[in-house]
Structure formats: C-alpha cells, structure tokens
C-alpha cells in the first residue's frame, strides 16, 4: 500500500487533490481511499488531507501516520507544522518552491521534488490554488498513478467551468516532472 499525505492551507485544494489521485487509482483498477484531517476548518489554517492505494482492499482508515509521499502545497507551513513527521525512508516529499527553503532539511535517503507552482496557477488560472499541479507533479515524480487517469480524475471531481485549464496544468506538471528524470537528492523544476 502507498500511503500520500498532503499538506495545504484551507482554500488551496488538498482536499479536492486528495480526492482526484484517489480516483485516478481507482480508474487504473487499483483501490483507493482519500479523506482530510478534520480540524479548523477555515480559509488559509493549515489542512492535511490522506490519500491510500493498493492492490487489493484497504482496511485501515486511520490517518497516514507514516506516509510514503508527503506533498506540501504551501512552504510557509514549514515553519508552523512538522510536515515531514513520519515521512518513511526512502520517501518522497514534493514541495511548491522555487528552491529548498533554508533551514529545511531533507531526511536522509528520501527524495525530494521541487515544483514551483504558484506563479503557473497565478497565470493560468488567476488565483494560488495549486493542488491539481501537484498533484500533476506527484504524479510525474512516482509510478502512483499514469497522466491519462488523472486527466480523467480532473474532468469527473472538478467543475466544468475550471476542469479545463486544471488539465493544462496538471499535464504541463507532469511532463516538466517526469521529463526532467528523478536524481537521487533533488530535482528542481517549475517556473523559477
């Protein structure tokens, strides 16, 4: 089982990004489960939402406690929540950062993701909201889920009116991830 933690702040989407890679798995045959933290449940609070896949049914519905992907929509939570608790070795953390923020230190062995997605979400869709662009780039950095089930994920969660440029970015995500190949450390892409 592959278990993903998202970490955002409310009204950024790790609820709905959560909810889109779940149903990305699910259209791949596999099974799935995605669902929030619930807490202060108020615009720009930190939020955490949870999304499981495996192979055959998933029994547990406990938080992820120990995920094997941790993705952080935000990196001002850096500084108020432990984001990276319980991350497994050799995990993978995917940041929205033009570069590791200093003092961030990643555990050793795991992998980390840099994807600078503000400023694409600010151009493309007018706003910060950048959960279907990592969710694009999650999906670029690991084998969790294939880019054509998460278009198709994108087109049944979200509304037609916003479905459309969401597909862009997640697929502009993906490619500039996936075709940027995975290093060891890091790989930084995105716009700088």
Known sequence: MQQVRWHGRGGQGAVTAAKILGMAAVYEGKYAQSFPAFGTERRGAPVQAFTRIADRPIRDRSQVYNPDYIVILDPSLLRVVDVLAGLRSGGTIVLNAPVLPAGFIIPPGSHLVLFHATPLALEVLGS??????????LAGATSLVGLEALKRAVID???????EKNLYLVIRAYEQVAGAGRREVHLAVGNN
């Open 157 to 163: 969660v979200l509304p037609e009116k916003v479905a």
């Open 128 to 137: 910060p909201i950048v959960n279907t662009i990592m969710a694009g780039a």
